[in-house]
């Protein structure tokens, strides 16, 4: 064998075993993306999935507030001396100092964050993510369970039945029927109850403008959650 045909087959078996090589480290390369890209698409669609649920409490909460604002309306009516219908006694009675929790679904962000808040690639989808769960969510959760204001039976409860109790109509099974009218109220006690009010409906209208910012985000986020994990 002559010396070029030796060196010829030599730089051969060098290009084919570098080709060998470069495909393999590219195979693997692949798989590992593959089943990065895999991992992150399970974590966003567990995310996804738990939005979906809170969206359904959001939605039970706002409606809940919405409820309270209006038997604030309802009792500040009977306050005043105006009609109002009897059989709406019981149901605003309860739904006045009704008070509600912020439920969220953190398995998938929970997952996440065990795997790194940079595992979502898109920069954008990740600061929304984040700023949903460790912001937005944050506060709504103080605001509804710690914000001692917003604790509407524990801050008003005795104060607004000490001062209806007298006025108060059961039926024989315990039930609160109605209220007897007109109201005979000394002015300091009419303008108590009418402060109350005042401050449970405001409050309660203040979360139900959070609640309605915060559902607009997770709807948005959802959406463009599905577009990303689409097949």
């Known amino acids: ?21 470069t495909l393999a480290f590219g195979l693997s390369k692949w798989n590992e993306n593959r089943r990065d890209y895999q991992s992150e698409r399970k974590i966003l669609i567990e ?19 919405r409820v309270g604002i209006k038997a604030c309306r309802y009792f500040r009516k009977i306050i005043l001396e105006k009609p109002v219908a009897d059989d709406s006694t019981s149901g605003y009675y309860y739904a006045l100092l009704r008070d509600y929790i912020s439920i969220q679904n953190k398995s998938g962000y929970e997952a996440l964050k065990s795997k790194g808040l940079e595992f979502i690639s898109n920069d954008s989808l990740r600061v929304k993510v984040i700023a949903l769960y460790d912001y937005n969510y944050e506060i709504l959760e103080k605001l509804e369970e710690d914000y001692q204001e917003i604790q509407f039976n524990k801050s008003y409860f005795h104060r607004i039945n000490d001062i209806l109790a007298d006025f108060m109509i059961f039926d024989k099974k ?20 009418l402060s109350y009010l005042l401050r449970i409906e405001t409050n309660r209208r203040v979360l139900e403008a959070y609640y309605l910012q915060v559902e607009k985000k997770v709807k948005e986020l959802i959406q463009e959650l599905d577009k990303t994990i689409k097949p």
């Open 174 to 193: 315990g039930n609160l029927k109605n209220m007897k009218q007109p109201l005979k109220l000394s002015t300091r006690n009419k303008n108590l109850l």
């Open 47 to 65: 995310i996804r999935n738990g939005l979906k649920l809170d969206l359904k409490d959001l939605t039970e909460n706002i409606y809940g507030h």
């Open 1 to 21: 064998m002559s010396t070029r045909n030796h060196w010829s087959n030599y730089v051969f078996e060098i290009i084919s075993v570098f080709i060998g090589v």
